[in-house]
């Protein structure tokens, strides 16, 4: 609501004086998005070419927990909340879109819109008493909650086309797949849907970073009392993180029922919440791309190795190692260890060449 | 709702099951108390140990109490190196970044026993103890002697634990760290060597309680790494420093899980009992104050 007056306000100021207040884009910054559109338009239209359809499948796997890690990346980077029950609110946006699906014929975006939104109430409904709580004692009953949740899950399942308010019904013979949306029927035009409702929400979570919410929620990552003593509504901004996040997760729920046509609650197992978080925590939690990295850690890396015949048992044993590593030498993840490194490492190689060089 | 006869079965094992998440639980809180460290590889370490007993004593054919030697060993021996290894390096940061930490642990074990100890293929493993053969009869009820070691050693170790916290000069020194780990140092206690003994108790603990909940439940290296979450509950009740109130809440949480079982209505979603209670205990403690993790978050 603020933001048209904010925008009125700077663009007068910014009659007032053009030069300070327009920021043309620096150098590295075009760059940045210049690479940003060259791998989006690369994800978008060359991937779905280069690959098979399995690769396909894992790519749609990837933009899914794409949406979940940065959702999560934005409550442990952003605002300093971990939450272990992030896949039990994947499976409730599932869940949610899956029911809706089967009853209605509501176009597909509009059903991930309800997914989304059910999900974020279920998800302030469980953070609003969670929130008195915080640090270890949240991150403890976020996993104490999504334990719970699973179990109602395993006992309730998925609907699979039955009638009445749960949808299943288990002496069904034929169950029908989950539908998709007619224009992205086929797995390469799936993929391609679920990419852009990634970056869709990519772009949510951006334009919450850079403006009112993002400052807020920087502020109370430092410190809560700090914020709260500048005035912060700290209890809002944080339910805010968790209703933003639940939204996300839902929708990327909604969209992983149509990616895999047929849910069961063993798709969702409550120590996934636990792996989820590791990887995360791997690809990094203050950078947008970390959600990135990390779910390609999450989901392609064990495609490849199934393909190589090697156990996918090697990447759980890495993801442990890495979030020890992380938690003791590298808090910014792979996106910001791995430039950092190869900066240091060309730092390295350029001095040592210089040295040599007045010698020779 | 079943006659009581149906129940009566389920008191026996409720006990046991609650005697043994009460062990897993005062393991966690005196580790927790000395080094803000939760051990949530608790229930990793005592698979791991387990599974090490098992491949002895069924494949090089090893005599059983080498075996449930080898378990206590391991999960001590795990647990005291990661101890040394992480502890001090992580010793000034949040609960919750030693806790995440020890997760990193988990995986790494979880990844290494599914490799090691395949599970696909459906041959289950189990570990029986030879006290399960002999027992008696409360009533109509048959009682094995491992009910009986799980219960009594989750008392056990309740009452001889608090004894050491409040009489012993190690475990004052605990409790010393608890409060404040800099002052302590200061004092002249060798904070290394009180953190060193306390991961080495929590370990030994870890390894009997795998040995007890690979006989009682199931010896499944899932299974028992996530069963910890179940007596994490009772922690959570006694909020990570109350053995007494652990000890209860453990009991609770086994009594009521098993005692679900013959409800009809509720016997698919008595998994859910640890969580519920632990949830509710949360929730009502957390009504009257804010429940301070830190020093530093105070």
């Given at each position: 609501m603020s933001e048209p007056k904010g925008r009125g306000a700077a663009a007068t100021l910014e009659r007032a004086n053009p030069v300070r207040l327009r920021r043309r884009p620096t150098r590295p910054q075009l760059v940045k998005w210049g690479i940003t559109a060259v791998l989006v338009l690369f994800a978008l239209f060359a991937l779905p070419q280069l690959m098979s359809l399995y690769y396909v499948d894992t790519m749609t796997q990837v933009a899914v927990y794409s949406m979940v890690a940065v959702a999560l990346g934005v409550l442990v980077?952003?605002?300093?909340l971990v939450s272990l029950g992030q896949v039990a609110v994947l499976a409730i946006g599932a869940w949610s879109a899956a029911r809706l699906l089967f009853a209605t014929t509501q176009p597909y975006p509009l059903i991930l819109l309800e997914a989304g939104l059910i999900t974020m109430v279920a998800g302030v409904l469980i953070g609003l008493p969670a929130l008195r709580l915080r640090g270890l004692y949240l991150a403890l009953i976020t996993l104490m909650l999504a334990g719970g949740i699973t179990v109602v899950l395993a006992t309730v399942n998925f609907p699979n086309g039955g009638h009445g308010f749960l949808g299943y019904n288990g002496s069904l013979l034929h169950i029908p797949p989950i539908r998709r949306p007619s224009i992205a029927a086929g797995d390469p035009a799936y993929y391609r849907f679920s990419v852009i409702i990634a970056i869709l929400m990519f772009a949510l979570v951006l334009a919450h970073i850079k403006t009112k919410p993002g400052r807020a929620w920087a502020a109370i990552r430092q410190s809560e009392a700090a914020a709260l003593a500048a005035g912060i509504n700290t209890t809002l901004y944080k339910l805010w993180a968790f209703a933003l996040a639940s939204f996300i997760t839902g929708v990327a729920g909604g969209v992983l029922a149509g990616a895999i046509h047929y849910l069961y609650s063993?798709?969702?197992?409550?120590?996934d919440s636990i792996t989820l978080l590791a990887v995360v925590l791997m690809g990094g939690v203050y950078n947008l791309w970390g959600a990135g990295v990390a779910a390609l850690l999450y989901q392609f890396l064990p495609s490849l190795l199934n393909n190589w015949g090697v156990s996918a048992d090697w990447l759980v044993i890495l993801f442990g190692v890495g979030v020890l590593q992380v938690l003791t030498t590298a808090p910014a993840g792979l996106v910001d260890q791995v430039p950092r490194d190869l900066a240091r490492l060309r730092h390295r190689l350029s001095r040592r060449r210089g040295k040599r060089a007045p010698h020779d | 709702m079943p006659p009581w006869d149906n129940f009566e079965p389920f008191i026996v094992s409720g006990l046991a099951l609650g005697g043994v998440y009460a062990l897993s639980g005062v393991g966690l809180v005196v580790l927790y108390r000395a080094t803000g460290v939760l051990y949530l590889a608790f229930g990793a370490v005592g698979a791991l140990g387990a599974l090490v007993a098992w491949s002895l004593i069924t494949r090089a054919g090893a005599p059983g109490w080498v075996g449930w030697l080898a378990c206590i060993v391991v999960a001590a021996a795990v647990t005291f190196g990661y101890g040394l290894l992480f502890g001090p390096a992580l010793a000034k940061r949040d609960p919750l970044v030693k806790a995440v930490a020890t997760i990193g642990l988990t995986l790494i074990l979880y990844g290494a026993m599914d490799l090691l100890w395949t599970t696909s293929g459906g041959q289950a493993r189990s570990l029986t103890l030879p006290t399960d053969n002999g027992g008696f009869t409360v009533g109509t009820v048959q009682v094995t002697w491992t009910q009986v070691i799980a219960l009594g050693a989750g008392v056990v170790l309740t009452v001889v634990t608090s004894a050491f916290l409040r009489y012993t000069k190690l475990g004052t020194a605990m409790r010393a760290m608890a409060n404040d780990r800099e002052i302590t140092a200061t004092l002249g206690v060798p904070v290394r060597r009180v953190e060193a003994a306390a991961w080495l108790g929590c370990g030994v603990l870890a390894g009997v309680a795998g040995l007890l909940l690979a006989d009682?439940?199931?010896?499944d290296a899932t299974t028992l790494t996530f069963l910890v979450i179940s007596s994490l509950a009772a922690v959570l009740v006694g909020q990570l420093r109350s053995i007494p109130v652990t000890f209860a809440a453990a009991i609770l949480v086994g009594l009521l899980h098993d005692l679900l079982t013959p409800i009809v209505a509720l016997t698919n979603y008595r998994d859910m009992t640890p969580f519920v209670i632990a949830v509710i205990a949360l929730l009502v403690m957390s009504r009257h104050r804010v429940i301070v993790t830190s020093r530093e978050e105070a």
């Open positions: 980077g952003r605002v300093g063993i798709n969702f197992p409550a120590q | 009682l439940v199931a010896l």
